[in-house]
T-cell receptor
C-alpha cells in the first residue's frame, strides 16, 4: 500500500520566491497534518485538517504560510514569500481518527532550503 | 533529515544490550502517549503507544513505561540491534476536541557493533 506521498523531496529556492509543497494522504484517512522539523525547534505542528476542514492552524508561523485541502486526497502548504528562516524539513502526516490508535503516518518529508 | 540529530542528546549502547530512552512530558492533562522512531532521511514512524490508564505496555522487543506521578515516559528496547539506530521521539496528547499530538525534542540512539 502506498504511504503518504510528498513532493518535492528537495527544494532549493531564493528568498522571496513562492514555495508550494504537496501531500497525498493515505486513502481513507480523514485527518491530515503538516509539521515542520528544524534542529532548533524539533517537530512543530503547523496545521491539521479533519475531513478536509482546517481544525487548528495556530502553529502556522505567520501570514506568509497558508495551507489548503481541496479534497480528501490532496493538500498543499504554500509559503509566499519565502525567507531563509523557513528552511526546514516539512512533513505531511495522515491518520484515521476513528482508528484504534492515534498513530500518524508520516511522509518522507520535503526538505526546503531558502537562500 | 540527516541533520536533525546533530544537537540532540545521544544514547550510545552496545549491540545486544538493552536500551532505555527517557522522556519527560509537560502537560499533566495528557492521557495518550506515543513513541516514534525517525531514521535518517525519513519521516517518523510509530513504534508503540500507551494510554494513561496503563503504566506498562509491551510490543515486539519494546516496552513503554508510564509514570504519571512524575510525568515520565520511557521506552525500553531489548537486545538492541544496529537497525535500531535512529532518533526517538515521545509525543503526547489529551482526549478532547481538537486535541493534537505534541512531540518532544528527540534522543539519538547510536548502536555500537
Amino acid at each position: 500500500d502506498a504511504g503518504v506521498i510528498q513532493s518535492p523531496r528537495h527544494e532549493v529556492t531564493e528568498m522571496g520566491q513562492e514555495v508550494t509543497l504537496r501531500c497525498k494522504p493515505i486513502s481513507g484517512h480523514n485527518s491530515l497534518f503538516w509539521y515542520r522539523q528544524t534542529m532548533m525547534r524539533g517537530l512543530e505542528l503547523l496545521i491539521y485538517f479533519n475531513n478536509n476542514v482546517p481544525i487548528d492552524d495556530s502553529g502556522m508561523p505567520e501570514d506568509r504560510f497558508s495551507a489548503k485541502m481541496p479534497n480528501a486526497s490532496f493538500s498543499t502548504l504554500k509559503i509566499q514569500p519565502s525567507e531563509p528562516r523557513d528552511s526546514a524539513v516539512y512533513f505531511c502526516a495522515s491518520s484515521l481518527t476513528t482508528g484504534r490508535t492515534g498513530e500518524l503516518f508520516f511522509g518522507e518529508g520535503s526538505r526546503l532550503t531558502v537562500l | 533529515g540527516e541533520s536533525v540529530g546533530l544537537h540532540l542528546p545521544t544514547l550510545s549502547v552496545q549491540e545486544g544490550d538493552n536500551s532505555i530512552i527517557n522522556c519527560a512530558y509537560s502537560n499533566s492533562a495528557s492521557d495518550y502517549f506515543i513513541w516514534y522512531k525517525q531514521e535518517s532521511g525519513k519521516g517518523p514512524q510509530f513504534i508503540i503507544d500507551i494510554r494513561s490508564n496503563m503504566d506498562k505496555r509491551q510490543g515486539q522487543r519494546v516496552t513503554v513505561l508510564l509514570n504519571k506521578t512524575v510525568k515520565h515516559l520511557s521506552l525500553q528496547i531489548a537486545a538492541t540491534q544496529p537497525g535500531d539506530s535512529a532518533v526517538y521521539f515521545c509525543a503526547e496528547s489529551f482526549t478532547g476536541a481538537n486535541s493534537k499530538l505534541t512531540f518532544g525534542k528527540g534522543i539519538t540512539l547510536s548502536v555500537r557493533p
